[in-house]
């Protein structure tokens, strides 16, 4: 990932994003049958089932959650404005597919705040800190870039190591705060790889509103759990509580968490390369805690970004009176941020009360009116934030992109420069589709991949069809 020195905004490309509360369900019983079959109906899905309704193929996409959305989720009943509890920005507006749909959808799109600041303790850090800080960024961003191209370590053990005051801010925003992990847990060369993710440009009627509203067209059966697929190389079955679903393809766009659970059986198991793979891109934590906060106790402008100088992980990055109104978020992510997160939201809340006291004084405590707080670990169907390679690992995306049977894996953890973004969600699912669509002869401008062959079974074991 190339960066420049145009701001830390960009630098942090995991810069996180509304619950779509209500999406619309199938009404219909579920289909017994179907060409290609769908799970799961965040970014990624939708996007296949739409690709497949394009080339006139029969599909359902099946969902565990009561809504779609997946980790796009905009929250419109907590606060004055509409809160994006998961994914907020979208980058590259030449590239991002994401921006044109937004518009064709008649939703309002807007770029990044301009107002990116940086606290050291109790000011405003002064244009030569600032100067400093984005050269230190800078510094460490080419250094891992560098080492990437040699041996793919962690991102930590490569960082230069005169950053001085700045050292633990560069860590936060190139570590924690774009991909929910810390350096040390982050792999250089995925790191690198990822596609420059320069300019934050947000819908203002959410994101997760977006995504819902894109899968509006698209059969969708929600609350409704895959427990099991059984699959060869010419069909599959999935099971879900209301019933099964016959089909000749199936996408799966379960985040690599939900995967590595092992909370869907395949029948039979599905590669053990494929499995470690997912293992080895286990998302990282980034949650969300939002603050309505009257009167501009914080004394900031409308949509300013905020961090500040820290030497610890316990730190957290400010969007302050969004759209002009008086909600604020704090993210915190990483290490600290799973530790916190796991303690609940009252804890969340403490903390960001108390960070936003150390760094401009008292008046914010009093002034919170209304708190929320996302706790995506223990969202059951998703498990955490955004998928980051473990040191070493980066080839696991491509291999998640191997075709096992008549199955396609997709989502963000499966593309290997925008993983961890809703275009690299979108993408995989499109791409996936393709691959289904060729499987079942409905493409033929391509060969068809080479199967990865189902073990032997015994007969009771076999699948289904
Ligand atoms: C706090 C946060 C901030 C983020 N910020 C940004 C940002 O600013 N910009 C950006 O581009 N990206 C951001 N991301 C990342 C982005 O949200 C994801 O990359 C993207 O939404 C992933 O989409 P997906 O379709 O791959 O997976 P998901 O959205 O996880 O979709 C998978 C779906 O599968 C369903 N499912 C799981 N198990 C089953 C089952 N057994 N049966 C049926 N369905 C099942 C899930 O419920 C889910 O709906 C952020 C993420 C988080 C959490």
């Known amino acids: 990932m190339t960066m420049t020195r145009r701001d830390f905004l960009s630098a942090s490309a995991g810069l996180a994003a509304a619950p779509a509360l209500g999406a619309r369900a199938w009404g219909a019983p579920l289909p017994r049958e179907a060409d290609v079959v769908v799970i799961g109906a965040g970014a990624a899905g939708i996007a296949a089932a739409r690709r497949i ?21 905009t929250d419109t009943a907590t606060f004055e404005v509409p809160f994006d509890r998961g994914a907020r920005w979208m980058h590259n507006p030449d590239t991002n597919p994401m921006i044109k749909l937004a518009r064709s959808a008649g939703l309002d799109i807007s770029a ?17 800190e600032t100067e400093e800080f984005l050269a230190a960024l800078v510094r460490a961003n080419r250094a891992i870039d560098e080492a990437s191209r040699k041996v793919d370590v962690s991102c930590a053990s490569v960082l230069p190591k005169d950053l001085g005051d700045w050292a633990g801010t560069a860590e936060f925003v190139l570590g924690a705060n774009a991909t929910g992990k810390d350096l040390k847990d982050v792999s250089a060369m995925d790191r690198a790889r990822a596609q420059e993710r320069n300019t934050a440009i947000s819908c203002r009627q959410g994101l997760g509103v977006l995504v819902a509203k894109l899968g509006d067209q698209v059969p969708l059966s929600l609350s409704t759990p895959v427990s099991r697929i059984a699959w060869s190389g010419r069909d599959v079955t999935v099971e879900t509580p209301a019933g099964k679903i016959a089909a000749r393809a199936a996408i799966i766009t379960v985040s690599s968490n939900v995967l590595a659970a092992g909370h869907i059986k395949f029948t039979p198991d599905i590669p053990k390369r494929q499995l470690d793979a997912a293992a080895k891109l286990s998302l990282g934590s980034y949650d969300r805690i939002a603050l309505q906060l009257p009167g501009n106790p914080l004394g900031l402008g409308r949509d300013d970004v905020v961090i500040e100088q820290s030497n610890s992980t316990r730190t957290a990055l400010l969007f302050a009176n969004m759209g002009g109104s008086s909600l604020c978020t704090i993210d915190v992510a990483g290490a600290f941020g799973r530790d916190l997160s796991a303690q609940g939201e009252p804890a969340m809340v403490a903390f960001a009360v108390e960070w936003l006291a150390k760094l401009f004084g008292g008046e914010a405590a009093a002034a919170v009116k209304k708190s929320s707080a996302t706790r995506w670990n ?73 199967p990865v062959r189902a073990p032997k079974q015994r007969r009771q074991g076999a699948p289904i069809n």
Do not use: Y
């Not at 309704?53 to 796009?72: D, F, L, P, Q, W």
């Open 53 to 73: 309704m394009a080339a006139n193929r029969r599909v359902i996409v099946v969902e565990a959650a009561g809504r779609s959305g997946g980790r796009c989720l």
């Open 112 to 128: 990044a705040p301009p107002g990116q600041k940086i606290r050291v303790g109790r000011r405003n850090a002064r244009a030569g």
């Open 378 to 450: 223990s969202s059951p169907f998703i498990l955490g934030a955004m998928s980051v390679a473990a040191p070493g690992a980066q080839p696991s995306r491509k291999i998640l992109t191997e075709p096992i049977g008549c199955m396609f894996l997709a989502g963000e953890a499966t593309h290997e420069t925008l993983w961890g973004t809703v275009d690299g969600a979108w993408e995989s699912g499109e791409r996936a589709a393709e691959a289904a669509l060729r499987r079942i002869g409905a493409l033929r401008d391509e060969p068809v991949d080479a």
